[in-house]
T-cell receptor, first 114, second 113 residues
């Protein structure tokens, strides 16, 4: 079974621009979660989608948004980029049916904001 | 609210020595706990998870962890370190709501010959 894939792997943007990151979950998984990883704040939960609906949301500003498509692929969008948005963005997929389901992580997209 | 504290941001051991990475949790409900490992320029890989079954959980690569409710701990151990174990390790607890993991700050493990 193929793992979680994220594209692109690396991105360089300038302040004020917007960016879209993509995540393809493991086949059959209906839940996709997004996390931001920075040296200062560590790993922080952004949001989770299940069957095209956002089920859970972390404490990030509205500039961070996401969506999920009918094939469970998910995209994350960040508008009006700030220097502090430079981070590794990880997505994770799971079956999403139970609290004990394992989340499988992709390799991440490293975003650099100049 | 749930939270996780990992004691020691850096741990260094000799090859063949015991690995002990510490994790304490806070949770208002019975916790689900996880250990993940991250190698450079990679995502997170699940080592093991505790979901209220056996308190001693065995994972991949020879790692295991013991859930101790009285100590609110879930420490990760491996009897004999290998050079390939050098990585960053994260303890996590299931947070509020669906599929939300709350991570500790991480412990970077160095293994020297």
């Amino acid at each position: 079974k193929a793992g979680v894939t994220q594209t692109p792997r690396y991105l360089i943007k300038t302040r004020g621009q917007q960016v879209t990151l993509s995540c393809s979950p493991i086949s059959g998984h209906r839940s996709v979660s997004w996390y931001q990883q920075t040296p200062g704040q560590g790993l922080q939960f952004l949001f989770e989608y299940f069957s095209e609906t956002q089920r859970n949301k972390g404490n990030f500003p509205g500039r961070f948004s996401g969506r999920q498509f009918s094939n469970s692929r998910s995209e994350m969008n960040v508008s009006t980029l700030e220097l502090g948005d430079s981070a590794l963005y990880l997505c994770a997929s799971s079956a999403g049916q139970a609290d004990t389901d394992t989340q499988y992580f992709g390799p991440g997209t490293r975003l650099t904001v100049l | 609210a749930q939270s996780v504290t990992q004691l020691g941001s850096h741990v260094s051991v000799s090859e063949g020595a015991l690995v002990l990475l510490r994790c304490n949790y806070s949770s208002s409900v019975p916790p689900y706990l996880f250990w993940y490992v991250q190698y450079p320029n990679q995502g997170l890989q699940l080592l093991l998870k505790y979901t209220s079954a056996a308190t001693l959980v065995k994972g991949i690569n020879g790692f295991e962890a013991e859930f101790k409710k009285s100590e609110t701990s879930f420490h990760l151990t491996k009897p004999s370190a290998h050079m390939s174990d050098a990585a960053e390790y994260f303890c996590a607890v299931r947070g509020g709501g669906y599929n939300k993991l709350i991570f500790g700050a991480g412990t970077r493990l160095a293994v020297h010959p």
